[in-house]
């Protein structure tokens, strides 16, 4: 009998262990959980994560932390959510942008190496208009490339999302681009295109609305034209399928080594936000373009991405290394 | 008059190392990144250099600084010394105190957090320096850090547990040390 | 217009908007207080808390924490040279002279004074600007940012008069810390030495708090005494110095009035910050004053200048915000995202169809202001007292204000370590007379005009003919070049009498 009560006491043993073990996955979460936003407090993610923080709050029943962390091009919320302790209570966007374009647009080890982040989901992606001054005598991308002259765009910086569009929009369609850079934000780019700082600019809704009176979206980096500005063709009708796919994805993602099972809590909870139909509504009320991926949705907008940035590089060497004077 | 090589003198001498530093690494920078380099760089330098000098030969100096002054010093007002030479500065001796004792809260707390060490801290200061009683010391320390972490924690700001490997929980040690 | 307006005022005679006028008030004026800590942090904070509040109850939260913030920051750069944020350095260089002499309570009065008188014409300001507010905005691009901040820069050779070499080399020094970090226009870094934490610069709240606080901390710990010298402090009268404090800003009318157009002005410009406006407004007051020898060593003007305009700035600052969703300082940015979450659209629509909101916003600011300087006019008396405890029981305290509060603002241990080598930094040159407004002057300034510089050239394809042709640009220029060429013609003169230059 002993070694049969041995193995009973054994069996029991590991019972009492996996039981333990679920039980405590079942308990998850039970502490607040912090939701990592790299950008400043009052950002467009910074809104997004209070929105879905709301419903996870409901859904999970602990509090939902969102906590800004801006610096860097979005780069420093990155490192911390993808440094922090793998325990599911640090989470976040990590804006994953930036971090292509330090490794495939510049050639260096970026701080983060995305391949290994665990995805939890893709919540939206942000589609950007072609936006030139009201009075510009330009009001297609077509009339652009007529014009055989090179273009002055306004953006952020070199290697931001929208300086790649940009870029990409140009070899695309065909006319060169210059750019005018250093706007801290996207809606100083689009009021430098409405004073006629800049000759046409990039930017989604909520960047260009509050100047909409003095500039003319003309292109739409979508597969479909837009439900907010209707007559305005998007890259899927005009043939450039490489470009609707150039827009800053916006991921929940854990720390690498987080326990598989929160990471799939967490993606559950947010599948069921996504199907809200008030959540819905309030972003696309907000302007927020809802475009719901699991891991491997994601994985494969980032792929696209990973390629268009590999053949901008040139472009980017070109642009940090000449000497400059004009 | 024998000219007086001192703090002055290094100090300033340690500003003009800096800048040379930057004007040099600035040279492997696109051409109109280098022009604010250069503009403030080269004078900087060159005001720098005048200091130096004005070391050994403060006529020099002090021409310069009433040439400047009478352009642009407004209304002819006497040379103002700052505030530490009115009264005479205090000597080294406190000061390097005053530093060591920031700079050793500081290393500590990074060590070991914003739970543990302000308390230590404000108790030890106030006994050693300011010859308070060690009750009301402790009581005034572990107060005072009391109301500042709840504050904090209520703020939902996560409170520096020091980067030493976690050892309680939240409170001391493990805490996330940013990239350098 | 006038409904909205009613509209607006009689929501704040709702009980439940006064409570959150003033907790606002209460919160703005501690965050202001303790240094480090300073609008952003408090607004941040306050943000998550609004949900599903009303938005107008909201509004008056934050229209609370703004505008109290500014007084809560002068309390201790005049009782204890340590800024509570970095605009209020300027206040340190009169307020902190007068406190030593034993007028603290006076000072502090002073600023309460000032902040409300800034706030209301502040507000007044941008009641009167609100239908030419595009114009305005439109008319400042980068070439036109670029003179008036080259004008800035001068001022380092005004600001340090007393001692012209050292102060043009801070000036230098400051332009070249500022220049450490990533250039987005130009996708290189330049002086990071490799290092992540300097990526975005050397930043500015534990460079500003380390290079004033800290290193005051460590010069008063080893001065050891009080503020004011302990034996005369009986005989100070705290509570006629409130009424003093208050007489001499309303005696001085055209000093406030230049102050609040200064900072109110500076508002509306997107980008310009909060420092800037202080700044500027005492340099200019340091100028026009009656008593220059006074400035620095405890002139009533420098506090009223710098302070006034301080607070100006908030009702200037919020007339782009509200106008185009481009927030003209920092804190407007996430006033900004409160709007948003609340599904508020800032721009033409928000002035169309919820002007109430705005004025109730206005209002907000200046009822909040009034309440904060009533409340800190009431207090002064005790305050002011401060000045007379001795440092060596107040220096450690201000000391772990200082960790906690550069901490937090982006909780980064590195930001407290920051603080402690600018203090070092910053007693060094002070010991050896570099003025540090200097310094301040030339790190906030400094990439501003190189940006709006590289700016201009990208926009005019490198012609520098774009500095000069646009009028605004051209005035400012010439504003510029007159305000430097000027006391070398005059001294001229003077050297030369009967010479007709």
């Known amino acids: 009998m002993k070694p049969i009560s041995l193995a009973v006491t054994g ?289 494969k907008g980032l792929n696209d991405k990973i390629e268009i940035f590999k053949k901008l590089r040139p472009i980017v060497e070109a642009a940090t290394t000449k000497k400059t004077k004009k | 008059m024998k000219p007086r090589i001192g703090g002055d003198f290094w100090f300033t001498a340690f500003l003009g190392l800096f800048v040379v530093l930057c004007l040099f690494e600035g040279r492997n920078l696109p051409e109109n990144l280098q022009l604010a380099t250069n503009i403030a760089g080269y004078t900087t330098l060159v005001l720098i250099v005048l200091l130096l000098v004005g070391t050994f030969k403060p006529d020099l100096l002090s021409w310069t600084e009433m040439a400047l002054q009478d352009l642009w010093g407004g209304s002819g007002e006497e040379r103002r010394p700052p505030p530490e030479e009115r009264q005479g500065p205090p000597p080294w001796r406190g000061i390097l105190k005053s530093m060591s004792y920031a700079v050793g809260f500081l290393a500590l707390a990074f060590a070991f957090g914003f739970y543990l060490i302000p308390p230590i801290f404000l108790a030890f200061y106030l006994v050693v320096e300011a010859e308070a009683r060690p009750f009301p010391a402790i009581a005034w320390g572990v107060g005072a850090t009391t109301v500042l972490t709840t504050g904090m924690r209520l703020a939902n700001v996560e409170v520096w547990a020091g980067a030493i490997p976690e050892f309680i929980p939240g409170y001391l040690g493990g805490s996330f040390i940013p990239p350098i | 217009m006038f ?213 005051e901390l460590i010069s008063y710990s080893a001065r050891g005494g009080a503020t004011v010298a302990r034996d005369g402090a009986a005989r100070i009268n705290w509570r006629g110095q409130v009424g003093m404090g208050i007489r001499d800003v309303l005696s001085r009318p055209g000093q406030w009035i230049r102050a609040s157009a200064i900072g109110a002005g500076i508002g509306i410009i997107p980008g310009l910050g909060g420092g800037v406006a202080s700044f500027m407004s005492y340099f200019v007051g340091m100028q026009r004053t009656k008593e220059p020898e006074l400035y620095g060593k405890g002139s009533i003007d420098g506090i009223i200048a710098s302070e006034t305009a301080n607070d100006a700035k908030e009702g200037g600052a919020l007339l782009p915000t509200v106008a185009f969703g481009l927030p003209g300082s920092p804190d407007m940015a996430i006033l900004l995202g409160a709007f948003i979450l609340h599904g508020l659209e800032p721009g033409p629509l928000m002035l169309r169809d919820h002007l109430d909101l705005v004025y109730a916003l206005l209002f907000g600011i200046v009822f909040s202001q009034l309440a904060t300087s009533g409340l800190g006019l009431v207090a002064t008396p005790w305050l002011a007292r401060l000045s007379v405890l001795p440092s060596r029981w107040i220096a450690p305290f201000v000391l772990v204000l200082v960790f906690l509060g550069t901490y937090m603002v982006r909780t980064n241990i590195w930001d407290v370590c920051m603080a402690v080598v600018a203090g070092i930094f910053g007693y060094l040159l002070r010991r050896y007379g570099f003025p540090l407004i200097t310094i301040v002057i030339g790190y906030i300034l400094g990439p501003l005009a190189e940006k709006s510089y590289l700016q201009s050239m990208q926009i005019s394809d490198g012609s520098l003919m774009i500095f000069v042709t646009e009028p605004i640009s051209a005035i400012l220029m010439a504003g510029t070049i007159i305000t430097i060429l000027a006391p070398i013609i005059a001294a001229l003169r003077r050297r030369r009498p009967g010479d007709s230059t």
Not at chain 1, 128 to 157: H, N, W
């Open chain 3, 3 to 215: 409904e909205a307006m009613a509209m607006a005022l009689t929501r704040l005679a709702d009980p439940t908007a006064l409570g959150m006028l003033l907790l606002g008030v209460v919160v703005g004026t501690t965050f202001g207080a303790l240094p480090g800590l300073g609008s952003i942090v408090a607004l941040s904070l306050a943000l998550p808390f609004t949900f599903g509040m009303d938005p107008i109850l909201a509004m008056y939260l934050f229209a609370g924490i703004m505008s109290s913030v500014t007084f809560g920051g002068s309390v201790p750069a005049i009782l204890l040279n340590t800024p509570g944020t970095p605009p209020n350095a300027a206040t340190c260089f009169d307020g902190y002279p007068m406190a030593q002499k034993g007028e603290g309570a006076r000072a502090v009065s002073i600023s309460a004074t000032a902040c409300f008188v800034g706030s209301l014409c502040g507000a007044i300001v941008t009641l009167l600007l609100l239908p030419v507010v595009k114009p305005i905005v439109f008319a400042f691009g980068p070439p036109e940012f670029f003179w008036l901040v080259v004008f800035g820069l001068v001022m380092i050779a005004f600001a340090s008069r007393a001692n012209m070499v050292k102060g043009l080399v801070g000036g230098g020094i400051g332009v070249m810390l500022s220049l450490v970090g990533y250039s987005e226009i130009y996708g290189t870094f330049r002086f990071t030495l490799g290092s992540d934490y300097l990526w975005d610069g050397i930043p500015l709240v534990p460079f500003v708090v380390g290079l004033f606080a800290v290193s």
């Open chain 1, 11 to 299: 069996a029991a043993a590991m019972a009492a262990a996996l039981s333990f073990n679920t039980g405590a996955r079942a308990a998850y979460p039970e502490k607040p959980i912090n939701f990592i936003v790299p950008f400043g407090a009052g950002s467009s993610f910074g809104a997004l994560a209070r929105k879905i923080g709301q419903y996870w709050e409901k859904d999970l029943k602990v509090s939902i932390v969102v906590q800004p962390l801006p610096g860097s091009g979005g780069r420093r919320g990155g490192i911390r959510i993808n440094k922090s302790k793998p325990d599911g209570y640090t989470i976040g966007w990590t804006h994953f942008v930036p971090f292509l374009s330090d490794v495939y647009l510049r050639g260096k080890k970026a701080a983060v190496d995305i391949t290994k982040v665990p995805i939890i989901y893709q919540v939206a992606a942000s589609q950007f208009y072609l936006i030139v001054p009201k009075k510009s005598p330009y009001k297609s991308v077509a009339d652009m490339k007529k014009a055989g002259k090179s273009f002055k765009f306004s953006s952020t910086g070199v290697g931001a999302i929208t300086w790649v569009q940009a870029s990409a929009l140009g070899a695309t369609a065909g006319f060169p681009v210059n750019y005018v850079l250093g706007y801290k934000k996207l809606g100083d780019a689009a009021l430098a295109v409405a004073k006629g700082d800049a000759e046409a600019g990039i930017g989604g809704i909520v960047h260009f609305r509050s100047v909409r009176d003095d500039v003319r979206p003309i292109f739409f980096f979508g597969p479909k034209r837009d439900k907010f500005f209707p007559d305005v063709p998007s890259a899927g009708e005009l043939g450039y399928d490489q470009l609707t796919n150039l827009g800053a994805p916006r991921v929940i993602t854990a720390p690498p080594g987080t326990p598989k099972a929160y990471v799939e809590r967490l993606r559950e909870a947010t599948k069921k936000v996504m199907a809200d139909a008030a959540f819905q509504e309030w972003a696309s009320k907000t302007g927020f373009y809802l475009n719901p991926q699991g891991p491997q949705g994601t994985w």
